[in-house]
Each structure stands twice: as C-alpha cells, then as structure tokens.
C-alpha cells in the first residue's frame, strides 16, 4: 500500500505528558500537512510543509505544538504538556505540490485523561 | 476570513432516493471547492472538485457545481445506494495551502 500511513492509530496518555505522532507521506509527494479533526466538526488546518520547510502555521499551533520534516520525507507532530483540549483526531495530508489533490492517511486519535 | 457551511445531519435516505446536500461558502478571492468523503473506519477521500466557476465535477456519480452568484456547491446523486453511507464534507482552498472544511454531513442509505 503506497498511501499516507499514520502511527500509532490511537494514542491514550494523561494530561501533561508529551505525545509525538509520524506520518509517512505518498513517496514523491513534496507537500504534506497537518490537521485536527474533533468529534463532530471538520479537518482544521494546523501546518504544512514543503520539502523540509515549514511554510505556514495555524494560530491554532499553539506554543506547545511543534512539528517537524527534517528530511523532507516523514513528519513528526508533537504536543507537549498534554491538556485535555487536544483529544481529537489528528490528520496528515500530503500532495503533490501547490494546487493538487490533498490525499489523507486514516488518522491519529488522541485521547487526554 | 474563508469558510464552510454544510447542511446539518444526519441525512437519512432510503436506496435509490435522490440525494442533495446543500454547500454554501464565504471566500475573499475564487477558491478551488471540493467534496470529500468519509467511509466508516477510513481516511478522507476526495470525491470531486471544481476550480473555477461554473466547473462541474463528478465522480461515482456524484455531481456539484460551482455558482460563483450564489456561492454554493452542493453534492447530488440521482440514486443513492446503501454503500453511499458516509460523511461527506464539503471544503475550499483559495492556495491549496490552507484548506477550509465544512463541518461535515453524515449520509444513511437504508435498503
């Protein structure tokens, strides 16, 4: 299978702890993003990068959240300090450049106690 | 700034029904609109877009046309099918960058 993979699927930790999610993008895909999904709401878009370069961040990406590509191939998310507002299901994207169809792996889902 | 607006669910449809799931958008240039869909335990899936006005896409036989005079792109299907149930989310980009969802229909076709 040659799609967008996530890891892990579902993530449980308490509140506080750090959590870090990868997502693996389609091989020649250079663009790949990142969104958060809540119960019941549409993807919000969180960041986005191009190659290895970080290009654009939500205001949603608060301080605690950090993401990185540093080969431009994988990404990592990671949430520090862990709030009970993060549980959701967070997704990864990616494209094959601007103005191309954004294909999206199954998700990882958060749950904060 | 851009958003989404999509017809409230649960939509409930017996097979073979007709299926029209209302879309409407707020945008500041001329976004590209697109409908994704959600089959339960998957990832999103695109189901068709539109980058100009008056573009129609289809897929699956599923149809939306994008009206620039009334700002809406709405999803129809002539006869829906039991494997149509799914969340469809209606969505634009105005720089395939940033892209805006709607927050999401949740279809049921019963037998």
């Known amino acids: 299978d040659t799609g967008v993979s996530q890891n892990p699927r579902h993530k449980i930790t308490k509140r506080g702890q750090n959590v870090t999610f990868r997502c693996d993008p389609i091989?020649?895909?250079?663009?790949l993003y990142w969104y958060r999904q809540t119960l019941g709401q549409g993807p919000e878009f969180l960041t986005y990068f191009q190659n290895e370069a970080q290009l654009e961040k939500s205001r949603l990406l608060s301080d605690r959240f950090s993401a990185e590509r540093p080969k431009g191939s994988f990404s990592t998310l990671e949430i520090q300090r862990t709030e009970q507002g993060d549980s959701a299901m967070y997704l990864c994207a990616s494209s094959l450049g601007a103005r191309t169809e954004q294909y999206f792996g199954p998700g990882t889902r958060l749950t904060v106690t | 700034g851009d958003s989404v607006t999509q017809m409230e669910g649960p939509v409930t449809l017996s097979e073979e029904a007709f299926l029209t799931i209302n879309c409407t958008y707020t945008?500041?240039?001329?976004?590209?609109l697109f409908w994704y869909v959600q089959y339960p335990g998957e990832g999103l899936q695109l189901l068709l877009k539109?980058?100009?006005?008056?573009d129609k896409g289809s897929n699956k036989g599923f149809e939306a046309t994008y009206r620039k005079e009334t700002t809406s792109f709405h999803l129809e299907k002539g006869s829906v099918q039991v494997s149509d149930s799914a969340v469809y989310f209606c969505a634009l980009s105005e720089n395939n960058n940033d892209m805006r969802f709607g927050a999401g229909t949740r279809l049921t076709v019963k037998p």
């Open positions: 091989s020649e895909h250079n663009r």
């Open positions: 539109a980058t100009k006005a008056d």
């Open positions: 945008a500041t240039g001329y976004p590209s």
